[in-house]
């Protein structure tokens, strides 16, 4: 997977230019998007599902929440499935990848969302979303199942539905795909949500200016929380294979670290044992803390992990009620 097109969130008349050629595709885009959900039988199953999923293509930190709702509910003592699609995975069939013992688990067969997630809970991977929730229901049918990405996922019924918005990656140009950057129309896609999730960078994040920001507040409860990393006051060469690189190195820039160098992979990029030498030895070379995401570094060789510290995201809530998870717990 690529890195996200650049006219999708820049401003520029040659990026409005491209997205405007772009938009009969969009068009075709949403009437399939329609007669999809339009025919899509909806399924119920045993256990308690909570989609956590988003409006945007990419990645808008649906995993960082992931793992705070496992928390959350391990706080209540309930445990968890989480149900994903495992980007990149090779298994062809849904299969499940079991919290204890994964510190040998590779990346190339399960992915790199998934290895993460699953330090905090049992995971089942697989294509076909409804044929994994069946495995977990089979396997235990009281555990409560995080669904990600499951927004879009029609044919599932679910009961409680929860959309994420990065408040600096915002909506972009808030055109479809592929003139832009959205999988449905902004407002349908809130409306038939039931929570909305903000992760705030700043308080002078343009979002929370916006005419969006003032729609959900309105229409749906929304918790506020506060995305930052752990690795303060350093002299950092940050390198990443992500969807929004720019996040991961705003944020760091925000804990006061000097970004020296920095260094852009394509999105679930695989290292090797080149890449890896080979940036070791240019952060040397400007004596810098060579720097990653909990999301890269599961697909490095362990024989490097002395060599590069991770930047671990802590969630901050500034809202957050739990008496709206009651009929969960």
């Given at each position: 997977m690529l890195n996200t097109p650049e006219f999708w969130y820049k401003d520029s008349f040659f990026n409005k230019f491209i997205s405007v050629l772009l938009l009969p595709f969009s068009l075709l885009y949403h009437l399939c998007f329609l007669i999809h959900k339009k025919i899509?039988?909806?399924?119920?199953?045993?256990?308690?599902?909570?989609?956590?999923?988003?409006?945007?293509?990419?990645?808008?930190?649906?995993?960082?929440?992931?793992?705070?709702?496992?928390?959350?509910?391990?706080?209540?003592?309930?445990?968890t499935f989480v149900v994903m699609r495992g980007y990149k995975s090779s298994s062809k069939k849904s299969i499940l990848l079991q919290q204890s013992n994964t510190s040998n688990k590779n990346s190339k067969i399960y992915g790199d969302e998934a290895l993460l997630i699953s330090k905090y809970s049992d995971v089942i991977i697989g294509a076909n979303k409804q044929e994994s929730i069946s495995l977990a229901e089979n396997i235990d049918p009281s555990r409560i199942i995080i669904l990600d990405d499951g927004h879009q996922s029609h044919r599932i019924k679910k009961d409680i539905d929860i959309i994420v918005i990065d408040s600096m990656q915002n909506i972009g140009n808030g055109k479809l795909i592929p003139s832009g950057p959205l999988r449905e129309p902004f407002y349908n896609g809130i409306e038939n949500?039931?929570?909305?999730?903000?992760?705030?960078?700043?308080?002078?994040?343009?979002?929370?200016?916006?005419?969006?920001?003032?729609?959900?507040?309105?229409?749906?409860?929304?918790?506020?929380?506060?995305?930052?990393?752990?690795?303060?006051?350093?002299?950092?060469?940050?390198?990443?294979?992500?969807?929004?690189?720019?996040?991961?190195?705003?944020?760091?820039?925000?804990?006061?670290?000097?970004?020296?160098?920095?260094?852009?992979?394509?999105?679930?990029?695989?290292?090797n044992d080149f890449d890896i030498k080979t940036l070791i030895s240019e952060a040397k070379s400007i004596n810098a803390k060579l720097v990653t995401t909990e999301k890269d570094i599961v697909k490095i060789n362990q024989k490097y992990y002395n060599e590069i510290s991770v930047a671990k995201l802590n969630i901050v809530w500034e809202k957050f009620d739990e008496s709206f998870f009651e009929k969960i717990c």
């Open positions: 899509s039988p909806v399924k119920n199953f045993k256990n308690k599902i909570i989609s956590v999923g988003g409006i945007n293509v990419g990645g808008s930190g649906k995993t960082p929440i992931t793992i705070e709702l496992i928390k959350f509910f391990k706080s209540k003592g309930l445990n949500s039931d929570l909305v999730v903000v992760i705030k960078h700043s308080d002078d994040d343009v979002f929370f200016k916006s005419k969006y920001y003032d729609f959900i507040q309105k229409q749906k409860p929304t918790f506020i929380c506060k995305a930052c990393v752990d690795i303060c006051n350093s002299d950092v060469y940050p390198f990443c294979g992500i969807g929004f690189p720019w996040k991961f190195f705003q944020s760091l820039k925000s804990q006061n670290n000097n970004l020296l160098k920095t260094k852009i992979f394509p999105d679930h990029y695989d290292y």
